[in-house]
């Protein structure tokens, strides 16, 4: 952490004096902001993204934990190493912040990070660490939600610039140099974000390595890398079920010759070169331990009739639900199915008569058993819907239980599970996706007006008692006190925290309703104009601009036809790799344990309306102390690891 130090003093005289190494409406923004303010305009001369800055002399090094979002005027602190620890199949990440302290700032900064090496001679490769230049976005003047730290309200500088997007040091698909060499502004921070994955089967121990730094000066420092490999292997991926929704058509406006343009409009063409670029995109999300797929898929749809041919169909998803598809061939957690309970306007079965859509459901439901797939099979019904579409939900959930009874525990529903309704929609509803800021957390569901009559931490297990389970999603309205997906935000481990909470809460799922909503104009912006929520529904940036939008899309200089990824993806990886470790010590017997552990810092999401906050019913509503999370965490690994 730092101190609240005038704007005044610049960062190198800083650097030298603490020691440090060489439910949503539109709103609009209250400003306008000028060209010079602009993070993304290379005219700004004070603009760390600027690739035409000064160069000079002053090479400074700092690192700093990914709970604190480093800002251009972030007064460095005294941390010289990058220290991590983590268990197999796992990605541990730090930030190494390069500082311009001398005169002139620095031109053509390069990082490069070592091969991993234990006392005994194992390695983790080199090609196993990745390095990331933060790219800065400029809340100035924009009048939208944040997280819980939003700039420049909280930063100590007054700075309103905040990083989210990752460029790659190296371009991910020929390892050719995109992110680097970079130049640093005089008096400037300019973060570097490294991952670190542990491979399985890498022995446990210490293990040691470098960032190497240099810039066209010939100046260049090290940073050392100490790593601890836990002897404990992670679950993976399919630990948690996730449903993050991504939008294909998108695509056309920042990738070159994706398109299918008709009078109506431009959707993805499906080509060879569309899903090739989707793929890299599913990839990445994969990854981070998130389902966005799968697409270019083809049911057997023929109005009314029962399906007699899945071969189409079968072909395009079993290589997701085989893990084929994908480079680590672990499998997706989740098969959307057609069916939208709540209308008849769309969906498998829409205009069909009872008997009809019943039959489709048996049909589906018998091939999916047949595949082995319908564990992993989902039925989404009518979004977020409104009281009154409540009966139809429960009438097509029972077509649906007539084709096969083993649909209820398939089908979720967005929506607060209260009790008044409880009589209709608990015999339909096998899952209740639910907004965290409507969900109760005191005993006499009081918490505040919006949570009464709701089920909540205690009584939900009314809801487990006849099979129905919980999940959260994030959304325009999970806003501070709440731990958010916001990108305005300096508490980088907002996203971690609402995964952390969501476990403790007993959910087995998690949906975002976008990953990549972009602002068609500026989706490297503050992408807050749809529903006031600054970065809502965006997680992933288009890696090029040479779409219909063009010049719109990535800056000058990244051009690839794939994804950048986020901090805030990078974070909600942690908190959904803590979700697996959390419920690997649940499942060997350790679930009591493991609570009281993250009760340690998680009391509740909050407990917040319209009428005001009531006050934590644990003290406080949640914690970010990055040093305690990880006692947490190691803590939890320990117990697991002694009951082997």
């Not at 941390?79 to 990605?91: I, Q």
């Not at 790219?135 to 997280?147: K, L, P, Q, S, Y």
């Amino acid at each position: 952490m730092w101190t609240h130090i005038g704007r005044g003093l610049g960062l190198a005289a800083l650097v030298l004096a603490l020691g440090g190494a060489t439910g949503c409406s539109k709103s609009k923004s209250g400003s306008d902001e000028t060209q010079t303010n602009d993070p993304n305009d290379p005219s700004n001369p004070d603009n760390p993204n600027n690739p035409a800055v000064a160069g000079g002399s002053g090479l400074a090094v700092w690192t700093q934990p990914t709970r604190t979002k480093v800002q251009p005027t972030t007064v460095p602190n005294s941390a010289t190493r990058v220290e991590l620890a983590g268990p197999r199949s796992s990605y541990q990440a730090y930030q190494v912040v390069v500082t311009a302290s001398g005169t002139g700032g620095l031109r053509g900064v390069q990082a490069e990070a070592s091969a991993l090496v234990s006392e005994g001679g194992d390695e983790i490769p080199a090609s196993e660490l990745s390095l990331f230049r933060e790219w800065f976005i400029d809340f100035e003047g924009v009048e939208a939600t944040g997280g819980s730290e939003p700039a420049p309200e909280h930063s100590p500088s007054g700075d309103s610039r905040i990083p989210d997007p990752l460029i790659p040091l190296l371009h991910p698909l020929d390892g050719e140099l995109m992110g680097q060499p970079f130049d640093v502004a005089e008096g400037t921070n300019q973060p570097l974000w490294l991952d670190v994955h542990i491979p399985a089967g890498t022995p446990a121990g210490t293990y040691t390595g470098t960032v190497i730094l240099s810039d066209e000066e010939e100046q260049s420092t090290e940073v050392p890398i100490t790593l601890e490999v836990w002897d404990l292997d992670l679950p993976d991926m399919t630990a948690v079920t996730t449903w993050f929704i991504f939008r294909i058509d998108n695509l056309v406006e920042y990738h070159s010759d994706t398109e299918d343009c008709y009078s109506s409009g431009c959707w993805l063409d499906w080509t060879e070169r569309s899903r090739t670029i989707v793929k890299r995109y599913e990839e990445l999300a994969h990854r981070h331990r998130i389902d966005v797929g799968p697409h270019f898929t083809h049911p057997p749809i023929d109005d009314c009739e029962v399906p007699t041919d899945f071969t189409e169909y079968d072909a395009d998803v079993a290589p997701y639900m085989d893990g084929s598809y994908f480079e680590d061939g672990v499998p997706i957690t989740r098969l959307p199915i057609g069916f939208q309970p709540g209308t008849m306007e769309w969906g498998l079965g829409a205009g069909c008569s009872e008997s009809e859509y019943s039959a489709l459901a048996a049909a589906w439901a018998q091939h999916l058993k047949d595949r082995g797939w319908f564990d992993r099979s989902y039925i989404y019904a009518l979004d977020e819907p409104p009281t009154s579409a409540y009966p139809d939900i429960a009438l097509h959930s029972s077509w649906l239980q007539q084709g096969d009874p083993d649909w209820k525990d398939r089908i979720i529903l967005t929506t607060t599970p209260r009790f008044e309704y409880a009589e209709l929609l608990n015999p339909a509803v096998g899952i209740y996706d639910i907004n965290p800021p409507y969900f109760s957390f005191t005993e006499d569901q009081n918490t505040v007006d919006s949570n009464v009559d709701a089920y909540g931490r205690f009584s939900v297990d009314e809801l487990f008692d006849q099979g129905i389970q919980i999940w959260f999603y994030e959304s325009c309205s999970v806003v501070p006190p709440s731990p958010t997906f916001g990108t305005n935000t300096l508490d980088g481990a907002e996203p971690q925290m609402l995964m952390w909470g969501s476990w403790y809460e007993r959910a087995t799922g998690f949906l975002f309703w976008a990953v990549n909503a972009w602002d068609i104009e500026a989706p490297w912006g503050t992408n807050h104009e749809a529903f006031s929520k600054t970065g809502d529904g965006v997680l992933v940036y288009p890696g090029h601009h040479d779409g219909l939008s063009s010049p719109a899309g990535s800056p000058a200089g990244v051009e690839l036809d794939g994804p950048i990824p986020s901090y805030r993806l990078k974070m909600i990886r942690a908190g959904l790799q803590d979700w697996a470790l959390f419920d690997l010590a649940d499942e060997r017997g350790l679930g009591d344990f493991a609570r009281d552990e993250v009760a340690r810092v998680y009391g509740q999401f909050h407990g917040c309306d319209w009428s005001g906050c009531a006050p934590p019913i644990s003290g406080f509503y949640w914690n970010t102390d990055e040093s305690l999370m990880n006692e947490i965490r190691k803590n939890v690994a320990d117990a697991i690891t002694a009951e082997r």
